[in-house]
Nanobody, 116 residues
């Protein structure tokens, strides 16, 4: 399994942008990668995912605003977040999954707060 470390969170005004990074200790090319978020009192939800082949998917609420990407050479996954809204406020978690083998692992999370 890989160890995941997220960074890039912080406080931003509505309409602003942030770029989250997820640095892995191993070869992420073997993994399906995803960004999840959990707001207070809510369940954790998948925000964006990217397969080993580079196919992406997004929750409807972030489509057109967020972009997930991966750099297998740097073992890093990114989440570019533009046009941020207060409802995007949450702890964002990176996930690495070996779907065929049935296991995954998580980072420790990074707080994103969108507020004026």
């Amino acid at each position: 399994q890989v160890q995941l470390v997220e960074s890039g969170g912080g406080l931003v005004q509505p309409g602003g942008s942030l770029r989250l990074s997820c640095a892995a200790s191993g070869m992420i090319r073997l993994y399906t990668m995803g960004w999840y978020r959990q707001a207070p009192g809510k369940q954790r939800e998948l925000v964006a995912g990217i397969t080993r082949g580079g196919s992406t998917n997004y929750v409807d609420s972030v489509k057109g605003r967020f972009t997930i990407s991966r750099d297998n050479g740097q073992n890093t996954v990114y989440l570019q977040m533009d046009s941020l809204k207060p409802e995007d406020t949450a702890v964002y978690y990176c996930n690495a999954a070996r779907v065929a083998l049935g296991y995954d692992c998580w980072g420790q999370g990074t707080q994103v707060t969108v507020s004026s």
